[in-house]
């Protein structure tokens, strides 16, 4: 059980990314997905979710409008678009799975998590 968040990178202001997160060794439609962000010296939070339907998603206040969320099931992958980013928005960002397919930003409720992506906003 595997997961990978690809995507990250350097990009200026405004500008806007697509960060991926791939299953290997499960199937990720069963699994609600969360997209988490931390940055050193601060708890890691929860940028936004996607129930395992695809049905609900959430999405925190700092990237409502800006980020969206949405998952390919042929691919078994779930992607965050990012859109007009900010320098506040640099962070590792972290795919998690959680095996209650519901809405959570609580971090503990994801049992499954890849190994982070970088995204750096420069000003």
């Known amino acids: 059980v595997q997961l990978q968040a690809s995507g990250g990178g350097l990009v200026q202001a405004g500008g806007s990314l697509r960060l991926s997160c791939a299953a290997s060794?499960?199937?990720?439609?069963?699994?609600?997905v969360g997209w988490f962000r931390q940055v050193p010296g601060k708890e890691r939070e929860a940028v936004s979710c996607?129930?395992?339907?695809?049905?609900?998603?959430y999405y925190a206040d700092s990237v409502k409008g800006r980020f969206f969320v949405s998952r390919d099931k042929s691919e078994n992958m779930v992607y965050l678009e990012m859109n007009s980013l900010k320098p506040e928005d640099t962070a590792v960002y972290y795919c998690?799975?959680?095996?209650?397919?519901?809405?959570?930003?609580?971090?503990?409720?994801?049992?499954?998590w890849g190994q982070g992506t970088q995204v750096t906003v420069s000003s």
């Open positions: 998690a799975a959680s095996e209650d397919g519901i809405i959570s930003r609580s971090p503990v409720r994801y049992t499954s």
């Open positions: 060794g499960f199937n990720l439609d069963y699994y609600a």
């Open positions: 996607i129930t395992s339907s695809g049905g609900s998603t």
